[in-house]
DNA sequence: CTGTGTGAATTGCTTCACAGCT
DNA sequence: AGCTGTGAAGCAATTCACACAG
């Protein structure tokens, strides 16, 4: 019975896995810690920061050791500190430059989402198909043609493309967008996309979500009165890979003007 | 109000539980079983299926046999007919009102949404607290005050709330519409919201999605992968828009004006 | 022989509970 | 003491692989 060596070499810095899940949530612990600045906290702890997120404790901390230790024991998390590490783990120190593809009705709406330039995620390019769209002017973006995605994409660095087109053309212009040099591509067109491997695609679709709405509507129906399956007030994000879909949290919606 | 015993018949369908993610995907697969009627298929293999939702055919399969056994062994499913059980398990025989608070930038995209009506989920109502919006009129609804939401939920029996006003406001609307008799609500205020245990809510949040793929860029920075090539990538990029797969007619999403 | 339906194995995520630092 | 960090237990979802219906 030779027992192997069981030696577990080298393995420096191994790279930690962080779940997806995880990453998802660390978003939106981001944007609670920016409150807690902004109400002069120094410290939080993981109990505190777990209740205004709506995960447990428990969680949060696991979630949290996936970058390291960044909390001090008896005492908690250091804001500012935390703050730097979740983003940097979630790449807003690198530049990232979006492009957006598709300035009607829903696009327009992005285009103006303070959320994002808000956020370090400034729209640095636009395409539309349509002549009355192309070269107008969107927050100060002039809206190019599609036919010139891959260049300028190349141009300016993009590495984030949001597809909000019909879905016919999506296909499309995901691929443009990838011969471009986009690496990920956040997709609100109702369409599966096809991209290489090493392209990360995430999809939004609204009809879906409300028709997982629908289905718990349906559900309570059936179970009549108190089903007593009640999570608490947060909400559920999943998914990960391949055609699936997910939604998260976070980010500065559109002020009602 | 009391809504009368409704006797279920000695629930001969010991309803399986159904997990939250299928549910998901279940509403994906039924955008494509559309696609595939519109092209004249009376049947379609999980292979068929799963592939076009982007899925493994094992999990599409398992999906299927939580809402029973639709399939006919060694042939596949019959598309007319699982859309009907797919429509029915998803409450989507059952009618659903739809009411939106906001109708900011976000908010207004969302109210001519296409994918909406044409999915079953007519907007039906509207509320705002700006004076300039309350009293305009969008796809032939009138824009209500907020102050009116209770009542007019009530009064036409909304299900579904979408909440798109700034994170400050969401907390006060979502109360508004919990007390308007709302049992589900989707989300886009970046604000996790407090409901009590039987109501269901989705976020939606699009600066999470970004910093989420943002993630994914940095990440493979650092993995330092050999750039270029891409493996599988699939379609041709023409110089002319080229959305031309097999996308029947359901897929109008945000028409580009 | 084809392709569904499903127990069993596997993988991944969450929750628990407690050791250990401050 | 108080609170983090984490092995280990507990669940939920995915994948495998094959019996069986048409």
Same mark, same amino acid.
């Given at each position: 019975?030779?027992?192997?060596?069981?030696?577990?070499?080298?393995?420096?810095?191994?790279?930690?896995?962080?779940?997806?899940?995880?990453?998802?949530?660390?978003?939106?612990?981001?944007?609670?810690? &920016?409150?807690? =600045?902004?109400? !002069?906290?120094?410290?939080?702890?993981?109990?505190? /920061?777990?209740?205004?997120? +709506? $995960?447990? #404790?428990?969680?949060?901390?696991?979630?949290?050791?996936?970058?390291?230790?960044?909390?001090?024991?008896?005492?908690?998390?250091?804001?500012?500190?935390?703050?730097?590490?979740?983003?940097?783990?979630?790449?807003?120190?690198?530049?990232?430059?979006?492009?957006?593809?598709?300035?009607?009705?829903?696009?327009?709406?992005?285009?103006?989402?303070?959320?994002?330039?808000?956020?370090?995620?400034?729209?640095?390019?636009?395409?539309?198909?349509?002549?009355?769209?192309?070269?107008?002017?969107?927050?100060?973006?002039?809206?190019?043609?599609?036919?010139?995605?891959?260049?300028?994409?190349?141009?300016?660095?993009?590495?984030? &493309?949001?597809? =909000?087109?019909? !879905?016919?053309?999506?296909?499309?212009?995901?691929? /443009?967008?990838?011969?471009? +040099? $986009?690496? #990920?591509?956040?997709?609100?067109?109702?369409?599966?996309?096809?991209?290489?491997?090493?392209?990360?695609?995430?999809?939004?679709?609204?009809?879906?979500?409300?028709?997982?709405?629908?289905?718990?509507?349906?559900?309570?129906?059936?179970?009549?009165?108190?089903?007593?399956?009640?999570?608490?007030?947060?909400?559920?994000?999943?998914?990960?890979?391949?055609?699936?879909?997910?939604?998260?949290?976070?980010?500065?919606?559109?002020?009602?003007?």
């Amino acid at each position: 019975m030779t027992t192997p060596p069981e030696t577990p070499p080298a393995a420096p810095v191994a790279k930690r896995p962080v779940p997806e899940a995880t990453v998802t949530r660390l978003a939106v612990y981001l944007r609670l810690l &920016g409150e807690f =600045a902004e109400n !002069g906290a120094e410290t939080v702890s993981s109990e505190e /920061l777990a209740t205004a997120s +709506g $995960v447990n #404790s428990a969680k949060l901390r696991k979630d949290l050791s996936y970058l390291g230790s960044y909390g001090t024991r008896g005492v908690g998390y250091d804001v500012a500190s935390l703050q730097h590490q979740l983003e940097r783990v979630l790449g807003l120190d690198h530049h990232q430059s979006v492009a957006l593809v598709g300035v009607g009705n829903l696009g327009h709406a992005l285009a103006g989402y303070a959320g994002f330039a808000g956020r370090g995620f400034p729209v640095s390019a636009m395409f539309d198909v349509d002549p009355d769209l192309v070269g107008i002017r969107i927050n100060g973006i002039e809206v190019g043609h599609v036919r010139d995605i891959e260049a300028v994409c190349r141009d300016r660095g993009v590495t984030i &493309g949001m597809v =909000a087109t019909p !879905g016919p053309a999506a296909q499309g212009v995901c691929d /443009l967008l990838v011969r471009g +040099g $986009v690496q #990920s591509i956040l997709n609100f067109a109702p369409v599966v996309l096809q991209v290489p491997a090493d392209v990360e695609v995430r999809k939004v679709d609204l009809a879906v979500e409300l028709q997982v709405l629908a289905f718990h509507v349906a559900r309570r129906h059936v179970a009549g009165g108190s089903d007593g399956a009640g999570a608490t007030a947060s909400a559920r994000a999943g998914g990960t890979n391949d055609g699936d879909m997910n939604v998260g949290t976070n980010g500065s919606v559109v002020s009602p003007r």
